[in-house]
């Protein structure tokens, strides 16, 4: 549990280099919330329920759907954009803080500088490894669904057995990945040594990785689960509520940077 209290206190010490995580996920938000959506065409959604003759017209439908589509596409392409300025300059600021003792929001540019080539790369190549992945997968499927016409209930039984397996593995899959943007960040790693560092150390730490990404992962749930009535606020509850992600994938991103610091030190003295 020691990287779990390290985590804590590094949060609790560096929380405001958190602030453009929260912004990755509340402008979005804001942009794309229901709320939102709902407010912009309030009059024509009461016309619509006070005459319910009118709710049989496709044209009136389609055309409040029309104009609600383009905020949510909106949301989504802003949030991609986003991702590629605020991920690899935490990373950075992170990575910072963890070396020296010290980093704020003046180190966010410098990181983004830094790091903004490597995050590209990195991009691409989860693009790479998730396309073979899928190919993986969509065989997998392939062979279970002629295994289910040819066997029957026997096939479906193997059927759930295989789906459960693959959930674990791909989970297994993403922990063994976690430790790939890290190392490019940490020690300047090409692509394709990055990825064979993280596999590296998290194959020896696999239930450490596994257990703390799932710890944080569950108790961001719960808590976004408790606190996701306030999205019926217009634009105050989506603020609040994307408090919750930011803070969990700056948890995340902390603990890979923690342990990825400490065991690759280990692995270079025993070297």
Do not use: C
Not at 223 to 231: A, E, K, M, R, T
Request: hydrophobic residues 60%; aromatic residues 12%.
């Amino acid at each position: 549990m020691k990287y779990l209290e390290k985590t804590v206190n590094f949060i609790i010490k560096n929380y405001l280099l958190a602030i453009p995580l929260w912004a990755m996920q509340v402008i979005p938000a804001v942009l794309g919330s229901r709320t939102v959506s709902l407010l912009s065409d309030a009059g024509r959604w009461m016309s619509l329920l006070s005459d319910p003759s009118a709710m049989r017209d496709p044209a009136e439908i389609l055309g409040i759907i029309s104009s609600i589509m383009p905020l949510f596409v909106g949301a989504g392409i802003i949030s991609f954009v986003l991702a590629f300025v605020v991920l690899p300059a935490t990373y950075g600021m992170i990575n910072k803080a963890a070396a020296t003792g010290h980093a704020d929001l003046n180190d966010f540019v410098p990181a983004l500088k830094e790091n903004i080539v490597k995050y590209i790369l990195y991009w691409l190549g989860t693009l790479v490894v998730f396309f073979i992945i899928g190919i993986a997968m969509f065989l997998v499927i392939l062979l279970l669904s002629l295994l289910v016409i040819l066997l029957k209930w026997f096939g479906i039984i193997i059927a759930v057995l295989a789906f459960i397996a693959i959930l674990i593995l791909s989970f297994v899959i993403n922990a063994l990945l976690g430790l790939w943007f890290p190392s490019m960040v940490i020690e300047n790693l090409s692509v394709f040594d990055a990825l064979k560092k993280s596999i590296s150390i998290v194959s020896k730490n696999l239930l450490v990785v596994v257990g703390i990404t799932l710890l944080i992962s569950v108790a961001s749930a719960i808590v976004g689960f408790i606190l996701s009535f306030l999205d019926i606020i217009p634009v105050i509850g989506p603020i609040i509520t994307s408090i919750i992600p930011a803070l969990s994938s700056f948890a995340l991103f902390t603990f890979y940077i923690m342990i990825y610091r400490e065991k690759s030190s280990m692995d270079s003295a025993a070297v």
